[in-house]
């Protein structure tokens, strides 16, 4: 009997935090299918846990594994895992989406990640900067980058500390061989949490609107091996071209022309070497950091492989 | 995981001139039209784009109606030549500008043209050229020495298709390569040996006048 017991007790621990389930009521479903209607127990134990779902009005698939694993983000590299996350709110973003309540980043020691929360999940909403202890979430993946999802049955529990977020930034170096179209001087769309960059004064969502000009460069590191995709914000692009936004307005307004700018970005940069370092959203590396190579580079290391082979 | 995958940007492969000159067989990897077509290196190596640094010696409009300009770019090891017209605007009016010698860098992707005794010529159509000062230079010196090595190093492994398809092409000794490649970066300690005939040591950069 004892083997029913311990289904018993995995049962009442997957529901504590839905229901009022006691191991010894549990354990008397299951014993009662088991002992008196000659049922299997793995079919007992599924049965049981239906009748508790249908009680708690949850999905199979809402329902936690019971005694999740609390991991670090950076460990996190698998899809579809129910988790328990300790991390502080680093940014919210506007959700793009009446589905979706929440979306942003969060982060931990180890590292940060996007998390969504849906609006029909009906959870109470995270704020930035806070700490929380997240319990049931689970993990997702897309190309290869991993977020969290809130769901119905995850725990939120403001805590009262901080978390040092890790900087999980990668560095790139190479040569920059491209600027992409869409660099330079750009409009952005003026509506409230868009941003997007209009083509041709069209923005994809809000149709014609009067864009925000910025300045932007997407460029391609290529270090022979790998070629990187690397975002360099307004500051970032100011920085490295000696351009900012009212002198790249000048020009272009001289030239009548915005692509005079990104012509002259092209000129300054194309060719030459690069370390940059940020955080990677989707292929693209966003600078945070910029570093024109210019130390002479050391032939030693080399030319003693050379020799060796 | 998808099948409708974005195609992903062809990497700018390091070669030295006196490898890539080498070279000439091409081939494509799909019956595509559009497919990307490839120079097969003799180290075992696919190239559809190179980067390379060098020292532009002359340059020459041999256009008949339209300007088309031929520049020869020095590298440690031999010449790279590029012919930009009409199709590559911005590259030929870089060319038009400058004044040899200056150090460029070159973005470009590789062509083959045969000639009327039936060799083959290789040469690169290129998509950006930029004027770099020295230590860029140098840079590129170095790291194209690594990439080479690392050709070499993996020449012999077993399932390097394109060192299989380089045996059967060119059956060239990769030794050439590999002492190529250690000339080249000892042509770096030799300070003051820069093609520019600097008197100066210093890495500062000759500035071309353009």
Same mark, same amino acid.
């Given at each position: 009997m004892s083997d029913l017991r311990t289904h018993a007790e995995e049962i009442a621990e997957q529901f504590s935090d839905h229901l009022d389930v006691d191991a010894d009521d549990v354990e008397d479903r299951l014993q009662n299918l088991v002992d008196e209607y000659r049922v299997p127990v793995d079919e007992a134990r599924r049965s049981v846990v239906n009748s508790y779902l249908d009680e708690a009005g949850l999905e199979r698939d809402e329902l936690g594994r019971g005694g999740n694993d609390e991991v670090h983000l950076a460990d996190i590299d698998q899809d579809e895992q129910w988790v328990d996350v300790t991390v502080k709110v680093v940014e919210l973003w506007e959700p793009r989406s009446e589905s979706v309540s929440q979306v942003g980043l969060v982060g931990d020691e180890s590292g940060r990640m996007k998390f969504i929360a849906f609006t029909t999940s009906e959870l109470p909403e995270l704020e930035e900067g806070k700490v929380y202890r997240l319990g049931?979430?689970?993990?997702?993946?897309y190309q290869g980058n991993f977020s969290v999802k809130l769901n119905r049955t995850t725990s939120i529990e403001e805590l009262d500390e901080d978390i040092e977020v890790g900087d999980d930034s990668t560095s790139v170096e190479g040569a920059l061989v491209d600027i992409q179209s869409g660099s330079g001087l750009i409009k952005r769309c003026p509506e409230e949490g868009c941003t997007r960059v209009l083509q041709n004064g069209r923005c994809n969502e809000h149709g014609n609107v009067d864009g925000e000009f910025d300045l932007r460069i997407k460029g391609v590191l290529d270090d022979g091996d790998a070629v990187h995709e690397v975002i360099f914000g307004r500051e970032m692009t100011e920085e490295l071209t000696g351009i900012s936004l009212e002198?790249?307005?000048?020009?272009?307004?001289?030239?009548?022309?915005?692509?005079?700018?990104?012509?002259?970005?092209?000129?300054?940069?194309?060719?030459?070497?690069?370390?940059?370092?940020?955080?990677?959203?989707g292929r693209y590396v966003l600078a945070d950091d910029t570093e024109r190579l210019t130390e002479p580079a050391d032939p030693e290391a080399v030319l003693i492989k050379a020799r060796s082979i | 995981m998808s099948s409708q995958e974005v195609p992903t940007r062809e990497v700018a492969r390091r070669v030295?001139?006196?490898?890539?000159?080498?070279?000439?067989?091409?081939?494509?990897?799909?019956?595509?039209?559009?497919?990307?077509?490839?120079?097969?290196?003799?180290?075992?190596?696919?190239?559809n784009r190179i980067f390379f640094v060098g020292t532009l010696t002359e340059k020459e409009d041999v256009g008949e109606d339209n300007e088309y300009w031929r520049g020869r770019i020095v590298d440690p090891t031999g010449t790279f030549f590029v012919y930009a017209g009409q199709y590559q605007p911005e590259a030929a009016s870089t060319l038009r500008d400058l004044e040899a010698p200056a150090y460029v860098s070159v973005v470009g992707?590789?062509?083959?043209?045969?000639?009327?005794?039936?060799?083959?010529?290789v040469s690169v159509r290129p998509e950006s050229i930029s004027v770099v000062d020295a230590a860029t230079r140098d840079r590129w010196v170095v790291e194209t020495a690594q990439r080479t090595v690392e050709r070499l190093e993996r020449f012999d492994d077993e399932g390097n298709e394109y060192a299989r398809m380089a045996r059967e092409e060119y059956?060239?000794?990769?030794?050439?390569?590999?002492?190529?490649?250690?000339?080249?970066?000892?042509?770096? &300690? !030799?300070? $003051? @040996? &820069? !093609?520019? $005939? @600097? &008197?100066?040591?210093?890495?500062?950069?000759?500035?071309?006048?353009?």
């Open positions: 049931n979430v689970v993990t997702d993946e002198e790249a307005q000048e020009m272009a307004m001289d030239a009548l022309d915005t692509t005079v700018v990104v012509d002259e970005m092209r000129t300054d940069l194309v060719g030459t070497y690069y370390r940059v370092s940020g955080p990677e959203l | 030295f001139a006196e490898e890539f000159n080498d070279a000439s067989y091409t081939f494509k990897e799909s019956d595509d039209e559009r497919a990307p077509v490839y120079l097969l290196l003799p180290s075992g190596e696919k190239a992707k590789p062509r083959t043209y045969e000639t009327d005794d039936g060799s083959v010529n059956d060239l000794p990769t030794d050439r390569y590999k002492s190529m490649a250690v000339s080249a970066l000892e042509s770096l &300690d !030799e300070s $003051g @040996g &820069d !093609e520019l $005939g @600097g &008197d100066d040591a210093d890495t500062a950069s000759p500035e071309p006048s353009t």
